[in-house]
């Protein structure tokens, strides 16, 4: 079964980093595009970056663009966002995603919380 476990979330100071990974089980990771959204309070799900199978193709939302790296090592099954120059407006829960014979997959989702 598919199972998609994120970690790394916590609480930073603005101008912070932090590094989420997403663990994948149940499929290989390297067959499929990978993403990370993210949703605040009273929001909707937003995506946050996206990356192809091979690696060789990333996607950013506008709002992150130049903070926020998505990469992936397929040997580990896992797929990172490395967060830097982190603000307030960060805050929210990260999700891992996937999409597998037409089904969409979750995490749990990790916590980020960026301070003033």
């Known amino acids: 079964q598919v199972q998609l476990v994120e970690s790394g979330g916590g609480l930073v100071q603005s101008g912070g980093s932090l590094r989420l990974s997403c663990a994948a089980s149940?499929?290989?990771?390297?067959?499929?595009?990978m993403a990370w959204y993210r949703q605040a309070p009273g929001k909707g799900r937003e995506l946050v970056a996206r990356?192809?199978?091979?690696?060789?193709?990333?996607d950013y939302a506008d709002s992150v663009k130049g903070r926020f790296t998505i990469s992936r090592d397929n040997a580990k099954n896992t797929v990172y966002l490395q967060m830097n120059s982190l603000k307030p407006e960060d805050t929210a829960v990260y999700y891992c995603?996937?999409?597998?014979?037409?089904?969409?997959?979750w995490g749990q989702g990790t916590q980020v919380t960026v301070s003033s």
């Open positions: 990356i192809s199978y091979t690696a060789g193709s990333t």
């Open positions: 149940g499929f290989t990771t390297s067959y499929y595009d």
């Open positions: 995603n996937v999409v597998r014979w037409g089904v969409v997959y």
